[in-house]
């Protein structure tokens, strides 16, 4: 649920400008709330969390790609040598 309200915060950000600040640092506070319940949680993977737990590593890899760019940022993707 941590993560769903983080992407939402994020979104919300993105469609409110002017509270902009204020729903960027409420997605980061819900983020990080969400991976200590994570961390905890796969301490003692079952059949029970799996699933909860799959999803929400899916949601982190959004939630870390979606978060607005500083003129500074930059993503940098490393290729094999092969390809190369």
Do not use: W
Not at 21 to 31: E, I, N, V
């Amino acid at each position: 649920m941590r993560g769903v309200l983080a992407l939402s915060a994020l979104h919300i950000s993105y469609h409110r400008p002017q509270k902009r600040d204020l729903y960027l640092s409420r997605a980061m506070a819900h983020h990080n709330a969400g991976l200590i319940e994570a961390t905890n949680a796969i301490r003692n993977v079952s059949n029970e969390n799996c699933t909860a737990l799959f999803l929400f590593t899916s949601i982190c890899c959004i939630f870390n790609l979606a978060p607005p760019r500083q003129p500074g940022d930059f993503l940098v993707i490393l290729l094999p040598n092969d390809i190369i």
